[in-house]
């Protein structure tokens, strides 16, 4: 923080002094999204005679997106023999007077196939700026900044190439800033699993977590993720203390860092309809490395059930609800090895009574449903170089990691390495608490969801739930913990059913405070039955952050829609022009009926559906809609 205020009283300095800075001729750099839309511009400014700083903006269609904005990093670093010989100070602004050397770019237009995923193939187009710098001519140290603009959104980083007389760098802090304009408002939200408000770029409580969603009051909006975190520590958002309308990151602690090295990519996403945030989520993907996972095929995406009483006959009870209702795993949650919080309790013994774990993971194999186990982090961080390998001799399918810590450069490797000791086992991964994805599962695809999410373990209420597909979701799967029956939810019951339509994650949750007594054999359950974990193509059909959203994914030949409802009633329309012509479709429709005399009041209806089709949609407050699509 000390070093941020010095350059806040550098930047008054600066700004006292603004009209004799110039921009050097020679450092202007600009690209294009591939389809011309978006516009980058980079380039250095003589602050001073003696001062010299990093800029860039950003348009789209030629409008202002983000304003003239800095690029800096903090670093303190342990200078070699030669660079101290030559008197470079090591307390300095690194980033100031940085040498422009040169510039190169590139284009790539590719396709890959995740293993599962909201698409079942992904475009990665984009054009690329590579700006070289050194620092004083001394050619010791380096720095590139990386620009990556897609015609989604543009990405901006810094590597530092490798070097062996500068090997070791500590960056302080990273003060890449968003100038945005002055009516922006933004989803703000100051933690992991906080609620959201919206909020103008003013008098925030305290930094804003990523992503961050943003209506620019031009008819544009944007949303600041991070993307490749994976050897750095967490950035947050806060508001600068100098500069008005100005958003800059905020990293958790110092990161160390071994030279050739990159930080994390800072994502600038840019739609004219709030809805193609979060279609087009799949660039914090591609700025991810690719899976170092050559033999994929024991990843397996499904639906999951929590066993509430952890004893054998309640295990094989849920095994057999699991059975009936298409769900192809089971969870025991924290406890079933002794206290979570404790390094004295062994997470490869089971330390409770009428708990028959080999026989439970057998009679689940016999029926086709498959164990995962939860192991807290005292559990993992005592035990990992062997407990991955002991859960897979037992057949386990996966681990749920508890009260992980997130944000400290330190902490961020550890989980990374953890994910690649999971996948050498064969372990599918769900991390909880927290923690927030910045596309790793791109990269060990075995980390199948994350919480990060404020779900139903606190029982958000609707209009929260509306807000999350604009938001969190952006970041990539998560684990909202969905349930059904009990009596703390805030929503109706269709709202339930059709989140699992709506928030995607590859191992979805459903029933999580349930048990299979509470269920009554509701006809509705036919939507979560026939749902599935994983997508061939999704489609945002509408909707505005807070308010509604209406969501379209496809498996094959059936579409599964979902409508939300914020705490409002609330009458709109589903238009099915995606369809392709002439085909038509049976639809189911589940929706909000008080005259249903079940105790979840959901009526189920059948129509005939085709491209043409506009369906008239009324949700009471709180409510929602699932619709199931299965092609004639």
């Avoid at 086992?425 to 969801?449: A, K």
């Avoid at 009554?520 to 039955?529: I, V």
């Avoid at 489609?539 to 829609?561: C, E």
């Amino acid at each position: 923080m000390r070093n941020f205020k010095l350059s806040v009283i550098c930047f008054l300095f600066f700004f006292s002094r603004s009209h004799g800075q110039t921009i050097i001729v020679n450092t202007k750099a600009s690209i294009q999204s591939p389809d011309k839309n978006i516009g980058v511009q980079f380039y250095q400014k003589q602050l001073t005679d003696s001062t010299k700083a990093m800029y860039y903006n950003v348009t789209y269609k030629n409008k202002p997106v983000i304003g003239e904005s800095l690029l800096d990093l903090q670093m303190d670093n342990h200078l070699s023999e030669q660079a101290m010989a030559i008197k470079v100070d090591r307390h300095a602004d690194w980033c100031e007077n940085l040498q422009f050397v040169s510039r190169e770019s590139f284009t790539k237009d590719s396709s890959w196939k995740p293993p599962y995923g909201e698409t079942s193939s992904i475009r990665d187009n984009y054009n690329e700026l590579i700006i070289h710098l050194e620092k004083d001519n001394n050619k010791i140290y380096k720095l590139d900044i990386e620009i990556k603009v897609f015609n989604e959104g543009a990405a901006i980083r810094y590597f530092i190439p490798e070097n062996e007389k500068g090997t070791y760098y500590r960056i302080m802090n990273e003060h890449t800033e968003f100038s945005l304009p002055a009516n922006t408002k933004v989803w703000f939200t100051g933690w992991a699993q906080g609620k959201y408000e919206l909020m103008p770029l003013s008098n925030w409580p305290q930094e804003a977590e990523r992503p961050l969603t943003m209506d620019l009051g031009n008819g544009l909006y944007v949303c600041l993720a991070e993307a490749g975190m994976v050897d750095y520590a967490r950035a947050k958002f806060m508001l600068h203390p100098a500069k008005p309308n100005t958003i800059v990151t905020s990293i958790y602690t110092p990161a160390d860092l071994v030279s050739p090295v990159a930080t994390p990519w800072r994502v600038i996403m840019i739609a004219e309809k709030p809805g193609d945030l979060i279609a087009h989520n799949y660039i914090i993907l591609n700025l991810n490395a690719p899976s170092k996972i050559s033999d994929v095929s024991w990843i397996k995406p499904g639906k999951i059930m929590r066993v509430m009483t952890q004893t054998t006959e309640d295990a094989e009870e849920n095994i057999d609800f699991a059975v009936k209702h298409n769900l192809q795993y089971i969870l025991f949650d924290w406890k079933w090895y002794g206290p979570a919080f404790s390094f004295s309790s062994d997470a490869a013994k089971v330390a409770i009574p009428n708990f028959d774990l080999p026989g439970i993971i057998e009679y689940g194999k016999q029926r086709g449903v498959g164990v995962w186990l939860y192991c807290n982090l005292q559990g993992l961080y005592a035990q990992s170089d062997s407990l991955f390998r002991v859960y897979k001799s037992w057949g386990v399918k996966g681990v749920k990691f508890g009260f992980v810590q997130a944000g400290s450069h330190r902490w961020t490797t550890w989980i990374e390495e953890m994910f690649k000791k999971a996948a050498g086992n064969n372990m599918m991964v769900n991390v909880h608490d927290d923690w927030r994805p910045t596309g790793e599962q791109r990269t060990w695809p075995n980390l199948m969801t994350a919480e990060g999410i404020r779900g139903n373990e606190e029982m958000p209420d609707a209009t929260h739930n509306t807000v999350l597909p604009f938001t969190r979701y952006i970041a990539g799967p998560a684990d909202y913990t969905i349930c059904y029956y009990d009596k703390r939810i805030k929503t109706t019951h269709a709202h339930q059913l059709a989140m699992a339509a709506v928030y995607y994650s590859p191992i979805q949750t459903l029933y999580w405070y349930d048990k299979p007594s509470f269920s009554e054999n509701e006809p509705e359950l036919e939507f979560w039955d026939k749902i599935p974990a994983t997508w061939d193509e999704t489609k945002v059909l509408q909707g505005t952050p807070g308010s509604f959203i209406t969501t379209a994914r496809r498996t094959g030949n059936d579409w599964f829609i979902g409508t939300l409802t914020n705490n409002d009633a609330r009458s709109l329309t589903i238009n099915f022009d995606f369809l392709p012509e002439g085909k038509k479709y049976i639809a189911k429709i589940y929706s909000d009926d008080l005259s249903v005399n079940t105790k979840t009041k959901v009526k189920v209806d059948e129509r005939k559906i085709e491209a043409s089709t506009i369906l008239p949609v009324n949700l009471l407050p709180s409510g929602g809609q699932a619709i199931w699509l299965k092609q004639q």
